[in-house]
């Protein structure tokens, strides 16, 4: 396969791709023509069909797969496909992760050390209740394929069960420098804290926010979710429910940032130190990716630190 990353201007190729976006316009002889947006795991790739009434251009539409035949050329500094024909493929004749943006990391792997944690749980209720969910096969199945976001951070295929075991793991040793932490509340509500984004957000391709995740958010949903399988649960002690229900809501720590409540417990304030943490770093990642490795140069403002940002240094010798 001829990943995005590797193509170069002057080559004919042909290849599937995923068609994120299909758009019409019309050139200025008032012409239609076809802008898309062609994906696979390396990045994105503008594309033109100049000609919409060609015999080889067959219909298709956004998120479908598609043979594509055309000529890699470069248009103000970026490469771009002008696309001679196209064919629409059946989704269950590509492998899915060779068109999105997939964890470095061992998926099921992460998810074998994030369920490790439910065996060291004292609390047999927040135990059973941690069963319930993550020893479940068709939710396991889900969450592993899932982001944490449309954007932002965490937003590839196994992205939610990487920033969910990062928080776990930050949880964790919170709780070894500051013994007064009740580790199995807040380990149990580090794995549940964004269990809500499964239906916040569609599967892949899409990957794009529900009407639920639109009007409810994925703390609301999250909680709902974990309270009815607490009251699934005969004899669930009340205070831990509430407690635990309270650091789902407060995990993102203020209100301007979502957080329905902030935080009134010592579990719910490393909870939200620790989420944060996670997702400041992975963005920031993900920011200075485009930078080659030793790159000092600034990369210009970023919105979301409201600061100039580049790589650190190797530092001096």
């Known amino acids: 396969m001829r990943y995005i990353e590797t193509l170069r201007e002057g ?12 758009q019409t316009f019309l050139t200025k002889a008032g012409k239609p023509y076809d802008s898309l947006t062609l994906q696979d795991k390396t990045g994105t790739l503008d594309a033109k069909i100049w000609d919409v009434n060609s015999n080889g251009i067959e219909s298709f539409d956004s998120l479908d797969y598609v043979y594509i ?6 248009f103000q ?8 024909r196209v064919k629409r493929v059946e989704a269950d004749a590509v492998n899915a992760v060779d068109y999105l943006p997939v964890s470095e ?24 209740l941690a069963e319930s969910f993550f020893l479940d096969a068709d939710f396991a199945e889900k969450f592993q394929f899932h982001s944490a976001a449309k954007s932002v951070h965490h937003g590839f295929v196994g992205g939610l069960v990487e920033h969910t075991l990062h928080v776990t793991q930050i949880s964790d040793y919170f709780c070894k420098l500051y013994p007064m932490l009740n ?8 794995m549940f804290h964004d269990i809500g984004k499964l239906k ?18 994925h703390i609301v949903i999250g909680a709902m979710e974990v309270q009815e399988h607490i009251d699934a649960i005969e004899g669930f002690p009340q205070r831990t429910a509430t407690e635990l ?23 719910a304030v490393a909870l939200s130190f ?21 790159n000092l140069e600034w990369q210009g403002y970023n919105r979301l630190f409201e600061s100039n940002i580049r790589r650190t240094g190797a530092g001096d010798k």
């Open 105 to 128: 990391h061992d998926i099921p792997q992460m998810y074998r050390e994030l369920t490790a944690y439910i065996g060291q749980f004292k609390n047999l209720w927040l135990k059973k």
């Open 200 to 217: 916040e957000l569609s599967k892949f391709p899409a990957n794009d926010y529900t009407d639920e995740g639109q009007l409810l958010g």
């Open 274 to 294: 620790a989420d944060n943490a996670d997702a400041k770093i992975e963005t920031m990642k993900e920011a200075l990716s485009t930078a080659p490795e030793g």
């Open 245 to 267: 229900i309270h650091c789902i809501l407060a995990h993102h720590g203020e209100l301007e940032y979502g957080s329905p409540k902030k935080p009134a417990l010592m579990e």
């Open 69 to 74: 035949m055309g000529d890699v050329t470069s």
């Open 77 to 84: 500094g970026k490469l771009q496909l002008n696309v001679k």
């Open 183 to 190: 580790r199995d509340l807040l380990l149990c509500a580090a």
């Open 11 to 22: 080559e004919r190729i042909s290849e599937v791709y995923l068609c994120r976006q299909k």
